[in-house]
Structure formats: C-alpha cells, structure tokens
C-alpha cells in the first residue's frame, strides 16, 4: 500500500464519518416533526444525549466488545478491555487494517454508527416514555447488546462464519434498532388516544418541514453510511454502493407513493418520507452485491412494505409514532433476505443463513431489550403519569416549550 | 494515471456528488419557506417525488441521452440505449473518462443535476398547479427536454463544436429550469389576490427561517455542483472554482442588499437571498476560467440583477412565488455571457457564440415545455380550483397539514 | 511530495472549507431559535451579510494582513497588499505550502474561518442592536482586528516565536469573537425586562428545533474547522483530531447536562446544546495534542463550565441571548489553558505562555471592540428606540415577519 492510497482510503473513511454524524440531526429532525408540538424538546433532548452516550462508552466498552481480536468464547463473546490506546508512540494506530486506515479512524466511524441503534428506539417511543429510564435504556443497550450482535458479524464472530451477509447494517444496525422499539412499545402501550372504540385515530406529526429535513439529511448521511463501509476509497465499489443507494431510496418514494396512494387514496407526504428511508434501509445489506435494476427493485417493494407495515402495527395497536419499526425493522429484515434473492450472492442457502442470522440476532435483541426495559418498569417505572402525558414532557420533564412568541392568548388557546 | 490519483479524482466527484445532492434540501426549504403554510406539505411532497422521478428516469433514459457517445445525428439528437450496463465482470465501467472516474461515478454525479431542472420549475409553479399533472410533466421534461440540450454541449454536441461554454451549468441546468418554470407560469397565470387593481400585492412566504436554510444549503451544495464539474480533484482548478463561487455569491449578497435598499428603502431578507443564488448562478457557466475581481465583479452584477427582475416580470403579471425565474432563468443568462465579457475566453466572438448557445437551448426548452403543458392543460388541466387554492393544496391534495399543535380554537382562527 | 499527496492533502482542505462554510448555517439557525420571534428576519439578514463581509474583506484586506509573510514590523504587524493574486501564468499559486496545498485553497479555508468572529458577535447583541452600525463594526472587526490577532500566531508573529499553543483557533477565532460579543453587551445595556428588580427573568428563544439544528450542524463544520486545521490529510493527525473533537463534544453534553441539573433541577435543553459547543470550543486548541482520556476531561469541564458561566454573567447583568460570551469566550480560555495542563505539551512553561497570549490578544481585541462600538455609539447610536424593540427589529428594521399564516385574528393576538 503506497502512502497516498492509505492517505485517500483513510480519509473516505473520516468524510464517511462525517456523513453518519449528520444522521443524528436527521433522526433528531425527523422525530421532532413527527411528534405533536408539546413533545418536540423532549425528543431533541433526548437525540442530543443519545450521540453522547453513544461515543462515551462505544469509547469505554463498546467498541473494545464488537471487535475484540484475536480468540473468543466460541464467536459469541469477547472483550479486548476498556478504553482504547493512547496515541503516544503507538506506532501500531496508524499501521492497521491492511493499511487501508488507522486505529482512531476505525473506532471513530464505528462509533457513529452505534448511537444509531438507541435513536430509532427514541423514535418509537416518543411522547410517553420516562427521560430518565429511557437514557438508562439506551447506555446499556447501546453498551451491550449492540456490540455482541453487532460482533457476531462484523468481528468475525460465528454468523460472520456461516457466511452471513450484511454489509452496511440492515440487520446488525436497524433492525437491532427496531427490535429494541419493538420491545419498548410493547411494554409501554399506545398513546392515550391513539386507539379508541376499536379504531386508529391519526395524531399528526407538528412539523412537516422538520420531517421532509430529516429524510433528506438521512439520504445525506447514508452515502457515507453505505459508501464508507467499503472501508476503503475503492473507486467501483464505493461507486457502485452510491448507485445503489440512490437507486433504491428512489425508488422507495415511488413505491410507497403507489401503494399509499391505493391504500388511502391521498398522496401522503409521510408515507413517501417514511419511503424513501425503507428503500435506503432495504438496499443497506447489499448495497454492494447488486446491480442498478435489482436495488430499483429492492428499494420498490421496501417502499411498497411501509404503509402496509405501518397499518398492520396498528392493527396490533403498537403505537409508533414516527414509523421506526416499519422503516428499520421490517424493512431491515427484507434487506437482509434480499441478499439471498438478487444480486451477487442470490441462493437458496445464503437466503437460508440470512434467515438464521436475522432470526438470532433477533432473538437475541429483543429479548435484551425486553428484559431490561422489563426491569427498569419494575424499578422505576417507564411511562410517565396521564396528566404528563395530556400537558406534554416538554413542559413536564424540560420546564420548556418549543416554541415561544404566539403571545399570551394565542398561547393559552394553542395548549387547550 | 496512478492507482492514487485515479482514486482520489473518483472520491472527489463522488463527494461532489452527495454535495449535489443536498442542494435538493436546499431547493425544498427555500420553497417550503417562500410559499404560504397552506402549501408547504404540497412542496415537499413535490421536491420528495421529483428527486426520486430524475433518479430513475435518468437511469432508464435520461443518461443515454445525454452522453449517448459515439456518431449521432448531426449533434443533435442520439441515444446509447435503456438502463445502464450491470457492474459484473465489466471492466469497462472502471476504465473509463481518461482514468479520473468510473462509468457508475459518472451517472450518478450527472444524475443528481438532472432532477435541479424540474426542481427550479416546482418554485414558480408552486401555490396553483395541480399535483400529478406537474409530476407528469416533471417527467417527461427531466427525460427528454433536459438531455437533449445537455447533449448539445456536455455530449458532444453541436454547441460543443461551435466552442459555446458553460462549465457547470449556468444555461444547460439554470436556465433550462428557468424557461421551464417561465411557460409554466405564463399558462398558469398568476395566484388569486397576487395583482389587483393594477398593483401587486405581496404574498409572504411563511417561514423566513426555512428560506434561509435553503440558501445556506445550495451554497453549501454548490462547492460540489461546480468544483465537481472540473471531473478531477485537480489542486489549481478545483481550489479556483471554490474561491469564484463563494466570491460570487458574496458579492451577490452586496448587490441585491444595496439595489434593493435604493428600491424599497427597507433591508429585504428575501431580496439577499435570491442575490446570493443569484450570484451562485452567475458564476456557474464561467467558474474555472475567472480570476477572484471578475468573480466578484460577474456576482455583483447578479445580485444587482435580482430586486430589479423580481419587479419586472411582476409588471408583466407574471406570478412567481419564489423568484425561481429571477434567479435562474435571468442570471444564468447573465452568467452565460459573462464567459464572453470576463476571464480566460472573453472576446466578441465568444460572446456571439455564448449568445447563441442561450438562445438555442431557451427556444427548444420553453417550445417544449409550453407545448408540454399546453398539452396537459387541455388533456386534464393544470390549475386547482378556486376554492381549492383558496383552502390550500396541503389539505386539497394531501389532507394534511405542514403543522399542528396550535389547538382548535387558534387553529380556526389560522384557516380564517 | 508526490502529485497524488499534493492533489489528495489539498482536496481534504478544500472539503474542510466546505464544512467550515456551512457552520454559518450552523450560527444561523442557533442564533434563530434563541431569539424572538420578532427578532429572527434581523438575525437571519446579519448572518447573510455577516458571511459576504467576511469573505469580501478578507480577499481585499484580511488575508495579506493575516499572513504577511516575510519579514514585519517586530512580529505585531504587516501587510501583504490588496486583493490576492491573479492565477493567470502564475505557477506559484500552485506550487506553495509545502506542496500540501495551492495559493487560493489556504486563502478559501483561512476565509471561512474569518467571518466567524462577527458570527459569534451577531448573537450576543441580538434583538436590540441597530443593523447597519453593527454591519459597520463588522467590516472594520473583521478587517483589522482578528487578521492582527491571528497574525501574531498563525501567521508567524510574536506569540508563535514564543511558544504560544492554539492548534484551531480556541483563542485566534472564539475567544476573539467572544471579547468583541462582551465589549458589545456593555456598550449596549441588557434587553428590556431581562433584569426586573434584582432578579434575571427568563427570555426563552423562539423555536428550539432551530437552535438544536444549530448545534448539529456547527459539530458537522467543526470536523472540518478543526480536521481541516492538521493542513494536510495525514492520516493519524487527522484521525485523531476527529477522536478528541468528538469525545469532547459528547462529555461537553454530559457535563452541561449534570451541572444544569444540579443547579436547576430541570433538564435543561439549552444548556446541554451549548455544553456540546463548549466541549468543541475547549478542544479545538489542543485537538491534535490530546489522546481520548484527555479530549473527553476537557469537554467536560467545558461544559460544567457552562450553566456556571451563563448564570455569572446574569449576576452582572451582562445580557447574552445565546450565550456566546459563555461558550465561545469562557470556554475559548478554557480550552487554551488546557493546552499548559493535558497532552503532548502539558508544562508550568507552558501553561505560562498559553495566559500570555490569552491575556495579549484579549486585551488587543477586547479594547479595539470597545473603542469601535464607542465610536459608533458616539457617531450613530447602536441601539435601536425602547419602541422598536418592543415592537421587534423584524418590523422595525426589514418591514417583514419571519413566520406568516397564522391568519389575522390569530396574528393579532401573537403581537400581543
């Protein structure tokens, strides 16, 4: 490896993390204009301690348990110690990775990606859960449970070894996030109002504009996202995988678009916005196995899946106030299985591994996630009081609003 | 060409292009801000569909048309066939354009300025048209009218033999949308209530903040529209187009702040704005052959531009809700001669052959896009009802509003 | 230096302007969503014009001023000329810096740094400062003051002979920005109501999702502002300036969000946005000398710094709508001692020479600041009649509201 293809592969690396870090203002964006006025500084609370979290301790713990080197227990667990070097003198930081990147590159870009996990939880569970109990939720999620699944695969654990597929995270990152909302919604119950006399009542989302934001600086950051876990500059493959992408995400909108539009016969901005996300979130596994018509045809039917996934959690009446299990759930387990159907990889045995790995990691997850949401309902209670609930957590938890200026009356008439 | 330099001219454009891509937030925040909140949902529905609508048709068509390669038609017309060619096994799609970019590198740059064109028209239009008959004509503009006269100069094309000049765009995406937007606006005619007796009422945008975000986002989207467009990471040429633009744009600031002072006599946010894309568009055609004076001097003369068009094409009664025709119709006719007056190519030879470049592709763009529309007028008609735009397309078309949260008494009084 | 390192080192600094530039925005929207409502037109047309200014006067003026080169007058002051060379023939441009990078890549990067002194300014004196006397300040701020500042260090003067440490600019850019923001709040007096009979009253900002959006996008810019700063791609300088930002970002958050609490029991949104930019305003002297331990101690000093800072300056009745003096000021020294207490130069010497310069450029910057918003006030007034601020600048000033569609009645009672 010369110097200036160590330097350029290393720096794709590093833009690619920019990349990922604006997804956190995507999701903080696309949540707050998804949940009701009284609930925004709450949610943008709570995405600003997440990136926080979720860089501490991916520093102290996280990342020193997704990839521990060298012999563990048997690909399930391992752990290479707290912390991670100093950069004094350690001339083995910037020799690493066959030369493609150093040391403080890996982890940095791994750690963007971790705080991911906790952000779609925060999503799903907006608007009635506990602040505090919640970001106790999300360090030890984000501590532990991710970065065991997460080294199943990408730490050269056993699913990595059975030949599991999952190059940028359908799996490993958004569907171990939407297990996790999955569990918290299930423990914390609808929205007061979201079901009433048998039927779904829609609670809008305050802000359009802050929505439409969100997805796009989320198709923003997934070039980086995708492209970055090339893990070098490769001039075709970082190519492809923004073809790809773009492709899919494209054509996400449209399917969504059709389908919402048979279904509700309106064109619904949230389902087109909520679109584009499960294309970009179904071509997440493959994005660099497939040609340009098999990720159309992916990002398509992910598209297609969004409003009919999003009606029948409502049926079960799981109340999910941004979508978060549609998009990164449901549309990351048929990412994942799409790497055993189209593209480079396409047979009946991958599909059937990436069956397995999915279903462990699943398993795995949700149960985490159950249990510890489980206890901490026990110890402290998840959900706040009705009376929270009807003022907003703004006012309750932030002694805040939003949005100040609409003067005394229009404001006593606005919290009616 | 070196392994290193051929990754690093790659990673460039392709970091160009995720920089294009965000320029399409940048449109949809401008518009979202420029227009009223009634029709904000309808406006970002429309910048949702039409990212996806020039991805994919700029993959199935599009491209092929563009950069058909090759002998065609007397340099007018020529296509290279459906879809783009699968990655497996062909090297051809790595060693490609001298060795600076790959085959995928160079479609999906191209294909994110394919869909600026349609972007530019949903501005002027926006408040009055009706949703699908403008997607339909998003489509067939994007696929057929905007690659036809792209390839007349980036494809080879006649234009391109003549010696006519336009190193990103200022004419061949500008002003493509500009005329675009121009036969739209003339067939729709203006928005109730916008001339009345003689006079021209103003209609505020509704969010200054949202406009704002634009802007600041299509500058920043910007250093990746023209530096891209050098297609290398050449250290001198791409450093130079930075220093022009950003110039350029500030300059434009100055001008429209200062004309537009002498002319309302008040300090007018919007009127800075549009002078700093105003500027951005100026310099797009000339951007790689200007020193920093002429840049200063070619957006200042932009930004001048823009309070002045603003009034003129309102004397004309011709209703533009965000300045779009201003902005990218007139300064990037502006900016297309200002290659023949300023820098390494002025001359009157070139200035004649700039000339004739706008005025070809301004007759074959606004022939087809009047005819376009004209077309789909009769077929099924173009503008909503009136009580529709009275009620606003928001809940006409979508049934939605861009924000809730006001409460029902304050919300009564808002639709009022 | 081989032709791939030049191209590859000089493309990193030109992505890291474009960052830089969009932290802009990133002041924008913060200083929006803290202010008013009726004061976001004028914060918003600052910000443009702020941008243009600094831009323009630092190609005509700031640049030669900045880095003199060769031989000046005791290391304190020189000047290079007017305006920046033409490209034309001139193969220095490209050929300078050690190879790393062209003539008009440093003069973009360093260009982008410099408007953000005036930034930093907008904020604190918001909502009640004249517009075109602060613009006048601007120009003659950005002018004169930071390029001689920065010149003693960064451009091979005095300080930079004595040792003095300031990696990105924690002193050269935010403390400099920070002595100009204090001189301006004492010249100018506090917000009307702000101190009511002894007691700091509450004056909550507009629209939080702004202000959050705001601090996002300032740590998107600040990978560049501080990454950019290693002037050359170098792959384990670069990485582990991104390692130390980060962290101490995140602990910055941690620690705002502990002291808040302690001191308010409350979590308190706002302060946790500006422990974040306090955490990145302490790191960015000493980012490219501090292993993780250290970034992350720092960043949490910076900001438990913060809601101490915030309530010190009320007790003093110096009002700061966003807190600028705290951040960018307090955290600004803050970060530059540190350079004398942790990492690759920690030392008694050291420390020493760090309050040196501390102390040298405050007292230039703080002192020419007074002396120049004195004369305005003396010559023009700098703040605008008791009226005009009740009634808000965006009326007063622009004749233009940032939000419309509220509908008359409920317009009516928000100007209450």
């Not at 350029?8 to 993390?17: F, M, P, R």
């Not at 004094?88 to 990147?101: F, H, K, M, Q, T």
């Not at 449901?330 to 593209?343: E, H, K, P, S």
């Amino acid at each position: 490896m010369t110097e200036s293809m160590f330097t350029v592969n290393n720096l794709w690396l590093l833009i690619a993390t920019v990349l990922v870090f604006i997804m956190h203002l995507g999701f903080a964006s696309l949540e707050a204009g998804f949940v009701r006025r009284k609930n925004t500084v709450n949610i943008l609370f709570k995405n600003c301690m997440i990136i926080a979290i979720g860089l501490l301790t991916y520093y102290a713990v996280g990342f020193n348990l997704m990839y521990p080197g060298g012999d563990f227990a048997g690909g399930f667990f391992g752990f290479a110690g707290f912390g991670i070097a100093n950069p004094e003198g350690a001339a083995g930081l910037i020799e690493y990775a066959d030369g493609n990147y150093t040391y403080y590159t890996d982890f940095i870009f791994q750690a963007m990606f971790a705080a991911t996990c906790c952000t779609i939880v925060s999503g799903a569970v907006a608007e009635r859960i506990k602040l505090m109990p919640f970001l106790v939720f999300c360090v030890l999620f984000v501590t532990i449970s991710y970065p065991i699944t997460g080294m199943w695969k990408w730490g050269g654990g056993w699913l990595d070894a059975k030949g599991f597929y999952d190059f940028a995270g359908s799996t490993i990152v958004h569907s171990v996030g939407g297990w996790g909302a999955l569990a918290g919604i299930i423990l914390l119950g609808a929205r007061k109002g979201k079901y009433k006399k048998g039927k779904t009542q829609p609670i809008p989302g305050h802000s359009m504009p802050f929505a439409a934001v969100g997805v796009f600086l989320l198709w923003f950051g997934w070039f980086g996202f995708n492209g970055g876990s090339v893990l070098s500059a490769d001039a075709g493959a970082v190519a492809l995988v923004f073809v790809t992408t773009s492709l899919a995400a494209a054509a996400g909108a449209i399917g969504a678009f059709l389908v919402s539009y048979i279904m509700f016969k309106t064109y619904d901005l949230s389902m087109v916005l909520n679109g584009i996300l499960g294309g970009l979130v179904g071509i997440t596994a493959g994005a660099d196995l497939m040609g340009p018509g098999a990720s159309i045809i992916i990002g398509f039917i992910a598209g297609c899946i969004i409003p009919l996934s999003v009606v029948f959690f409502d049926k079960l009446k799981l109340d999910d106030p941004v979508g978060a299990t549609s998009v990164h759930l449901v549309c990351g387990i048929w990412g994942t299985l799409a790497v055993g159907i189209f593209g480079a990889k396409a047979g009946l045995g991958q599909l059937g591994i990436q069956a397995l790995g999915i279903a462990a990691i699943g398993v795995f997850t949700f149960a985490f996630a159950f249990a510890l949401f489980y206890v901490i309902k026990l110890v402290s209670g998840i959900r706040v009081s009705e009376e929270e609930e009807v003022k907003g957590l703004d006012i309750t938890e932030h002694e805040m609003e939003a949005y100040t200026g609409l003067g005394k009356v229009a404001y006593d008439l606005a919290v009616k």
